[in-house]
Every structure is written in C-alpha cells, then in structure tokens.
C-alpha cells in the first residue's frame, strides 16, 4: 500500500524555522518527482517547491524563494522542506505530493498544519 505522511507542521513565531518531513512507502520513491503544496482556507492548493527525481533540480514559487528549502533522501523515501524566516502568510496546511517521473500515477499525503503567528 502506498502512503505518503507530512509530519513538522506545528505553531511558530514569525521569522522562526520549521522542517517539514515527507515519509513514503509503497513505491520507488527515487523515480519520483516531489512536490510540497499549501493550502489556504477557502483557496486552491498551490505549488510551493519541487525537486526532481533524476537529477534533484528544485524550482521554488516566488513567495518563498530564499526561505524555503526543498530536499530529498532516496535512502530514506524522505522529502523535507526547510522553512526560514517564516510570516503570517505561510500559515496554511502544506501536503506532499509524489509524482511519477514519466507521470504514471501520483499519490498525496493528508497534509500537516503551519501556523506562524506572535
């Protein structure tokens, strides 16, 4: 059975740190491409980093280039997003998405919650 599960998410000042964690199962984690998405109350999930798995090249969304660190652990089936210096308008559920390299299948985990607030 393949599973995705985000764990990390939890309650931060603004400008402090948290580190998201993607565990896998189920799959060959290292053919696949990785994926961190947040959503916001009432919004559409939106792609917030990327990394690729045959080379591990990473694309960042705007809002969160320079803070955010997208990386991968094909030894361990484990993604992680660093998060720097983080605001208010991070706060949001952020879920892991593995994608298929040759987009076969994909599979979501059930998100972990972020909340950055004084």
């Known amino acids: 059975q393949q599973q995705v599960v985000e764990s990390g998410g939890d309650l931060v000042q603004p400008g402090g740190s948290l580190r998201l964690s993607c565990v896998t199962s189920?799959?060959?984690?290292?053919?696949?491409?990785l994926e961190w998405y947040r959503q916001f109350p009432g919004k559409e999930r939106e792609l917030v980093a990327a990394?690729?798995?045959?080379?591990?090249?990473?694309n960042y969304a705007d809002s969160v280039k320079g803070r955010f660190t997208i990386s991968r652990e094909n030894d361990k089936n484990t993604a992680y997003l660093q998060m720097n210096n983080l605001e208010p308008e991070d706060t949001a559920v952020y879920y892991c998405?593995?994608?298929?390299?040759?987009?076969?299948?994909?599979?979501w985990g059930r998100g972990t919650q972020v909340i950055v607030s004084s």
């Open positions: 998405h593995a994608r298929h390299h040759w987009g076969w299948n994909d599979y």
């Open positions: 189920g799959f060959t984690f290292s053919l696949y491409d």
């Open positions: 990394i690729r798995s045959e080379d591990s090249e990473t």
